[in-house]
């Protein structure tokens, strides 16, 4: 992900008060500071390596399955 961003122009780092989190952010400005790099909508980042493609895993259910969790950050 991070490398596709900084492909595209866009800077990627975290906080000093966060370092854990890294951000997106426009080329020449401290914003905004998307704590993710796959959204929909953020259309200002979007010429710069942030997509809304979903990041999608599959898995065969078998009978020992007993619940499916489908989850999203946003």
């Known amino acids: 992900e991070e490398e596709r961003i900084r492909r ?13 989190v890294a951000r997106v952010w426009l080329p020449y400005s401290d914003s905004p500071g998307l704590a993710m790099a796959r959204a929909f909508g953020d259309f200002c980042l979007k010429d ?4 809304s493609v979903p990041e999608v895993f599959y898995r065969r259910l ?13």
């Open 62 to 74: 078998t009978e020992r399955d007993e619940f499916v969790v489908l989850a999203t950050d946003g």
């Open 8 to 20: 595209c122009k866009g800077r990627v780092f975290a906080l000093h008060d966060e370092p854990e």
């Open 48 to 51: 710069f390596g942030l997509i």
